[in-house]
């Protein structure tokens, strides 16, 4: 009985370029695709076909239906960033590789401490922005308060 099988069309011109490759990176050294000017996906495909390399993330965040904290959300983030490790079973990343993904994590760190400040930073805005509402609301009458509103939106 003849088990059905999907053969995926080849063309002989690629199917030789991949034997050129995974030749390059047996002679070479994983180091091969360092600078190779294909896109990172291509790369991460070509290391996970010819080196069986692994990279996998701990566990998956949960989708979420309530309104965004971006605050909470970045300190969640950095959190997960912290505790990030590369599992390296078969010993198929190389030293490149490993260094590559301590770099990544190190700038994605700095950039989430930079959003954390700049969302604080919005959450401080508003919160003083009700707080001045609130005191202004017991000094001033309506329309005075939407006039005070208009000139506050203007600042901003």
């Known amino acids: 009985m003849a088990a059905n099988h ?3 069309p080849l063309q002989e011109g690629s199917l ?5 490759v995974k030749a390059a990176i047996q002679t070479e050294g994983d ?11 291509i790369v991460t ?7 069986g390399s ?19 959300e ?3 983030l950095y959190d997960e960033l912290m505790e990030f ?13 490993t260094l590559n993904a301590i770099k990544t994590r190190t700038q994605l760190l700095e950039k989430l401490l930079g959003q954390l400040e700049r969302s604080s930073e919005v959450k401080k805005y508003g919160q003083f922005r009700e707080f001045v509402i609130q005191q202004m609301s017991a000094y001033l009458t309506a ?3 939407n006039e005070f509103m208009k000139a506050l939106d203007g600042l901003v």
């Open 85 to 97: 490790t590369i599992e390296n079973e078969d010993g198929g990343l190389s030293t490149g590789e």
């Open 31 to 41: 180091a091969y695709l360092d600078n190779a000017n294909y896109s990172d996906e």
């Open 6 to 8: 999907y053969y995926p």
């Open 54 to 72: 692994k990279l996998k993330v701990k566990k998956e965040r949960p989708k979420s239906v309530t309104p965004l904290d971006l605050e909470a």
């Open 16 to 20: 030789r370029a991949l034997l050129v």
């Open 74 to 76: 970045t300190r969640a």
């Open 143 to 145: 329309d005075q308060r």
């Open 45 to 51: 495909n070509l290391r996970h076909l010819f080196t």
